[in-house]
């Protein structure tokens, strides 16, 4: 089955630092979502690409679908501290119903 | 619009005890599923609904049972918890079941198995 990676795994980020997420799947994906889990909370859907290379940005949030469908970047540059939590890419497949979360990157920062 | 909304929030059970965990949405949607999530493993679809009276298997269905009469309603059972059922539930919706609108998540049962 499809299987979707994260890494990495966990990202410790002095505050005002930018940093980079990566998700690659085995098979080419019909689009990508991603989600923020802020720590005792639940995922939260920030954004979905469909095209093959599309750059999306949500003010210091930069989304990137590869030109082969097969991976995507979360690029976050300043970090700040609102930005901890656990970051998940979700893939799609293209004769699927159902979305494969990667395990996600837990973001820490140090002030 | 109350979104997803999942009961109870937290709840200890024994071995070999049986629950019910709700989940309701009242956004019409099409789409709803269940997920579990344990540290380093991420989220993993248990089981998932692309309409009422349709249902079918994630990847880890075993133990859990689910139903959809109502498109409004998808509670999951267990049938007889073991402690490798501890975990995070999260029950979760979209518009349809094609894929390609944004999860609408509930918060969450906190469920422990002793």
């Known amino acids: 089955g499809q299987q979707v990676m994260q890494i990495p795994q966990y990202q410790h980020v002095q505050e005002g630092e930018d940093f980079t997420t990566y998700c690659n799947s085995s098979t080419t994906l019909s689009n990508i979502q991603w989600y923020k889990q802020r720590p005792g909370g639940h995922p939260v859907f920030l954004i979905q690409?469909?095209?093959?290379?599309e750059v999306k940005k949500q003010k210091r949030l930069t989304f990137q679908f590869g030109e082969a469908k097969k991976n995507s970047s979360l690029h976050i540059t300043a970090t700040q501290t609102t930005d901890v939590g656990t970051y998940f890419c979700a893939g799609k497949g293209s004769n699927d119903y159902k979305l494969s979360f990667g395990a996600g990157t837990t973001v820490t920062v140090r002030a | 619009n109350a979104g997803v909304t999942q009961t109870p929030k937290f709840q200890v059970l024994k071995t070999g005890q049986s629950m019910t965990l709700q989940c309701a949405q009242d956004m019409n949607h099409e789409y709803m599923s269940w997920y579990r999530q344990d540290p380093g493993m991420g989220l993993r679809l248990i089981h998932y609904?692309?309409?009422?009276?349709?249902?079918d298997q994630g990847e880890v269905p075993n133990g859990y049972n689910v139903s959809r009469s109502t498109t409004e309603d998808f509670p999951l059972r267990l049938l007889s918890a073991a402690p490798s059922q501890t975990s995070v539930y999260f029950c979760a919706s979209s518009y349809s079941y094609a894929g390609n609108y944004g999860y609408t998540f509930g918060s969450g049962t906190r469920l422990t198995v002793v």
């Open positions: 609904s692309v309409g009422a009276g349709i249902t």
């Open positions: 690409l469909v095209k093959s290379g």
